[in-house]
């Protein structure tokens, strides 16, 4: 059951911008830990950023210093922020929710347990 919606994904040439968004059903969620996490046909999905309850942040090394994530919990929503983008970023990316954590959010995909469908970033 698709519980997150992922919106803002498109393409753009290298050393563009995006901002992709994520919308969580409810106001729970707000107090999850949430992250980005990308993924490339034929290999594995792989985190970008995360966010604890009360907005700690935490980047993978490929993207520090170019993105930025971001809450905003009057809206129930996640937002990542992209800039000075590479076409090594293009992928599908997805919101998730770790439903078991606050803080010290885990890295790896297989700790979160709500997910979206997820939406396309092409960098040419």
């Known amino acids: 059951h698709v519980q997150l919606v992922e919106s803002g994904g498109g393409s753009v040439q290298a050393g563009g911008s995006l901002r992709l968004a994520c919308v969580a059903p409810?106001?729970?969620?707000?107090?999850?830990?949430m992250a980005w996490f990308r993924q490339v046909a034929g290999r594995e999905r792989e985190g970008v950023a995360y966010?604890?309850?009360?907005?700690?942040?935490y980047y993978a090394d490929a993207v520090k210093g170019r993105f930025t994530v971001s809450r905003d919990y009057a809206k129930n929503s996640l937002y990542l922020q992209m800039n000075a983008l590479k076409p090594e970023d293009t992928g599908t990316y997805y919101c998730?929710?770790?439903?078991?954590?606050?803080?010290?959010?885990?890295?790896?995909?297989?700790?979160?347990?709500?997910w979206g469908r997820g939406t396309q970033v092409t960098v040419s």
């Open positions: 966010v604890d309850q009360d907005g700690p942040t």
């Open positions: 998730a929710a770790d439903s078991l954590r606050t803080s010290l959010c885990k890295r790896t995909r297989f700790e979160y347990d709500y």
């Open positions: 409810e106001n729970t969620y707000n107090r999850y830990c």
